[in-house]
């Protein structure tokens, strides 16, 4: 569905958004969430350096602590959390590989808000799937990709790829 | 994730039913447990709502205090029962005092008990899971498994590497000592099942008398009754607890005869390798089983392990009340959400 090329230029397309909306990087910090999130996060913080010639924190979060679903189905930490710093005062910006029912974007936010009171918070996701169970919307979106509930999109830096659910 | 040893409908009642998977399991989920305890506010709203009791017929500060800070961590809802006093007084059968404690709707049960067997009786008779916080002389599971999570933290900081991408592979061929009252510790027993199940080649160091009667099943390298002998080629050194509320006074001749022979004094420190570690699950007998100093050296990682032992426990309730159920619904979770 999408290229390496294609993801790239998405992510340099995000980055220059992210510096437009908000007038620069004061106070930026990126956070992507375990797992699929945070090569992408990486690579956004680093075409910020590119652009703005300033360095972003990057920082990565497993939020399995905060879902909704511990004790319906199998619930646990894939990866590590590296918050960098006290995030009270900062401008967050979530960064998910695709955005689906939006309870992983929940649960993020109920989490970050352990780390300090950030002033703002903005999510940016390599695909939106639609989907959505909570009122969430993404403020940066590589590609917009109606899917049907019941197929899967696998993201990397590689590219995108919609196929079927692969049975349990 | 129902093949997991912890998980839904499970119980934590001995090492030997985690085996190497179970254990390696633990220690990963508990490193995002210490990343918690790091945090300005060391709290998860994960367990919310579920209620754990701590059912504690023999008296252990540090142990119920560990496991409640754990449970609270974890946002769950905590209450104590001290055995020793209340209704067991009266003359209620534990039995009746489990079953009337479950009927007010609890999730898991942390039992700490005089008799073997005990936290497995209660599994019996309760829906909920059952923890083992230490009966008898038989095992005191947790405890073993905050100890190799310490030895795993202290390995992967001399290595440089991080410990969860090291996992457990630094114990293969690690030389352990557990040394003294192996007979009356319930702690040696975990701790050595522990160890064999993870590969280290483990030495037990005690006087004739405080060993069991029965080594047989034990996943020992060797028995020996002479510390200076060993010392010198462990990476770990394991001190047990002289129990002298057990009665192992009565299996010596005194106890300064075993502190000569047995005790880590501060000529014995000198014996040890470079970079060998002393341990120690506590509380500790200065100047008996330990120099009144060694537990300030810098090798020495008593309070590390405290500290570790809210995070290894955290991720025990957590697997046992907070991972399970089925997957049905595909927009319920999974990847890519």
Redesign the interface.
Known sequence: MLSAEDVHRALVRIAHEIVEHNRGLQDTVLIGLQT?GVPLAQRIGRVLEEIEGATVPVGML?V????D?????????E????IPG?LAGSLVVLVD????????VRAAL??LT???RARAVQLAVMVD?G?R?LPIRPDYVGKNMPTR??E????SLDGVVLGD?VP? | MSGAPLGAGRHLLSVADLGAEGIEEVLRVADAFVEVGRRPIPKVPALRGRTVVTLFAEESTRTRLSFETAARRLSADVMSCPMAGSSVKKGESLRDTVETVNAMGVDAFVVRHPSAGAPAQVAQWVDAAVVNAGDGWHEHPTQALLDCYTIRQVLAERAGTDPASAGTAGFRGLKVAVVGDVRHSRVARSLVWALGALGARTTVVAPGSLVPTSFDDWPLEAVTHDLDAVLGDVDVCYLLRLQLERGAGAYLPSVREYTSAYGLTARRAALLGEGAVVMHPGPMNRGVEIADDVAELPASTVLRQVRNGVAVRMAVLFLLLGSGGAVEDPAAGGAGD
């Open positions: 699929g497993d399995a602590f905060y879902r679903d511990i004790g319906i189905r199998p619930v646990l930490p990866a590590a959390t590296d006290d590989d695709v955005l689906f029912t939006g309870r992983t109920n989490a352990d780390y300090g799937r989907h169970q509930i019941d899967q999109v696998d993201v659910v349990r």
